[in-house]
């Protein structure tokens, strides 16, 4: 069965860096597009990015874009998100999710998802 | 970036009743050229994941329940629970995939019994 398990959250100050992981297994990792989302304590979602499955599109949140980067390594069936200049407002639990691939043409909607991982950002 | 509006923010019905919610995009999420609706809802119970329930804005996904449906075009969209089960209670979201620019998600609405 597929699962995801995210790791690497954990508390960091303003300004800093964070990588977070994505071990994926259950399904061919390399053959499916991939998301971040993630969710500020008792808030909605916010979708942060998609990486393409063979890597060559890659979308950002307008409020992570320039500072966050999403890659993937499918020799290790492993998602990252690299996370720069840390601010307050990126504290939250970030999920991984495996797309559909219902859409042929681009990454759409998610159908499984991480359990996530906390990443707080405080001084 | 397109902007998504859910209605209500939050709504009570009684076992067996029927539950609506909607959700409204600032843009057309109709495809013209393959006649498809890129809206999708999700379910989040509490200290959960969310779970994909409709994509395509009507197309239940593997293993949801026929009593959620999804409807709607364009820019005006609707998810029914045909009758309410305890098991429902939780914050359901709707979400766009039209621009891959920013697939944003509407607020969340609170289910409750």
């Known amino acids: 069965q597929v699962q995801l398990v995210e790791s690497g959250g954990g508390a960091v100050q303003p300004g800093r860096s964070l990588r977070l992981s994505c071990a994926a297994s259950?399904?061919?990792?390399?053959?499916?597009?991939m998301h971040w989302v993630r969710q500020a304590p008792g808030k909605g979602l916010e979708w942060v990015a998609v990486?393409?499955?063979?890597?060559?599109?890659?979308y950002y949140a307008a409020s992570v874009k320039g500072r966050f980067t999403i890659s993937r390594d499918d020799s290790k069936n492993t998602l990252y998100l690299q996370m720069n200049s840390l601010r307050p407002e990126d504290t939250a639990v970030y999920y991984c999710?495996?797309?559909?691939?219902?859409?042929?043409?681009?990454?759409?909607?998610?159908?499984?998802w991480g359990q996530g991982t906390l990443v707080t950002v405080s001084s | 970036d397109i902007v998504m509006t859910q209605s209500p923010d939050s709504l009570a019905v009684s076992l067996g009743e029927r539950a609506t919610i909607n959700c409204k995009s600032t843009?057309?999420?109709?495809?013209?050229?393959?006649?498809?609706?890129?809206l999708a809802w999700y379910q989040q119970k509490s200290g959960q994941p969310p779970r994909l329930l409709i994509y395509?804005?009507?197309i239940r996904d593997s293993g949801v329940p026929d009593r959620f449906s999804g409807s709607g075009s364009g820019t005006d969209f609707t998810l029914t629970i045909s009758s309410l089960q305890a098991e429902d209670v939780a914050v359901y979201y709707c979400?766009?995939?039209?621009?891959?620019?920013?697939?944003?998600f509407g607020q969340g609405t609170k289910l409750e019994i």
């Open positions: 259950g399904f061919t990792f390399s053959s499916y597009d």
């Open positions: 979400q766009q995939y039209y621009s891959p620019l920013g697939y944003t």
């Open positions: 395509w804005a009507s």
């Open positions: 990486i393409s499955y063979d890597g060559s599109k890659r």
């Open positions: 843009q057309s999420l109709l495809n013209n050229s393959n006649n498809k609706n890129y």
């Open positions: 999710a495996k797309d559909s691939g219902y859409d042929a043409n681009e990454p759409g909607v998610s159908d499984y």
